[in-house]
């Protein structure tokens, strides 16, 4: 295995890139920070998609010669690669399943609820000003629902795999990070689902949760003020997820 510092390549304002940024910083792993610059489509350039990842999107991970992306098996990777404490990833074998579930659910479910702050905000930026209110809806529907369940977790539960924070955990609170920064929540909802409100303030409060996130609360906080971001493609959220067809691709 190689001896070389990984390499981080990721984007701030990306809830998978934070969840991988927090996962590394609370246990201590070395690596060299590389932002990618999505809002120029740095991404997008042959160069970058053939020598990192050929779907252009972040975070990856670079160790030696082995290049990793997706944000999950990122997690994976980093647990068996530093022998992180069990509970990042789960102590036994039912535990180990647990947090798997927990993680497709979030990539399969969870994430597409994050319509709701991508059309609300970025859209405008990159399309100009148009109707996105039913892509907006419908993220709202799958947030609102996805609350519904961790809800009942969470009275379970203090995290949402059992008693311990698990990298799930980090992966699903990063998601509401940014619908905090968009002001996609109002204290009417948080009240609807008070265990999720409960976990969402507990891990905040952990080391480097309000570091990681710093940016994407500045670029929410321009954007509740009508300032535009320039950005010039779409990120992989409006990929696919368009119910207007007249959003250019
Ligand atoms: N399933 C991927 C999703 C990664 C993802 O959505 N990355 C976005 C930033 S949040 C991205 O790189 N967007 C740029 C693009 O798609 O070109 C993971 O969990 O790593």
Redesign the pocket.
């Given at each position: 295995m190689s001896d070389e510092t990984l390499r981080f390549l990721h984007?701030p304002t990306?809830?998978?890139?934070r969840a991988v940024h927090q996962l590394m910083l609370e246990n201590d792993i070395a690596f060299d920070d590389v932002v990618v610059n999505?809002m120029d489509g740095e991404?997008?350039t042959p160069e970058f998609r053939q020598r990192f990842n050929p779907?252009?999107?972040?975070?990856i991970l670079v160790d030696g010669d082995f290049v990793l992306?997706?944000?999950?098996a990122i997690g994976f990777y980093l647990n068996e690669r530093f022998a992180l404490p069990a509970h990042w990833l789960g102590a036994t074998m039912r535990q180990r399943a647990r947090v798997q579930q927990c993680l497709h659910w979030h990539?399969t479910y969870l994430r597409r609820g994050a319509g709701a702050f991508f059309y609300s905000h970025f859209a405008e930026c990159i399309w100009g000003r148009r109707d996105y209110s039913r892509e907006i809806a419908k993220g709202r529907h799958v947030l609102a629902e996805s609350m519904g369940h961790m809800q009942g977790w969470l009275e379970a539960s203090p995290y949402v795999c059992g008693d311990e924070i698990s990298f799930a955990d980090l992966m699903h609170y990063h998601e509401f990070v940014s619908h905090q920064a968009g002001a996609i929540l109002s204290d009417d909802d948080w009240a609807r689902f008070p265990a999720v409100r409960a976990w969402f303030d507990r891990i905040t409060e952990r080391p480097h949760a309000r570091a990681v996130s710093e940016m994407i609360m500045q670029v929410g906080a321009m954007r509740q003020a009508g300032t535009l971001i320039p950005m010039t493609?779409?990120?992989?959220?409006a990929?696919g997820t368009e119910l207007d067809p007249v959003i250019p691709a």
């Open positions: 984007h990306s809830q998978p890139c999505l991404n997008e779907t252009g999107q972040v975070p992306w997706e944000s999950a990539s493609r779409r990120t992989s959220l990929k």
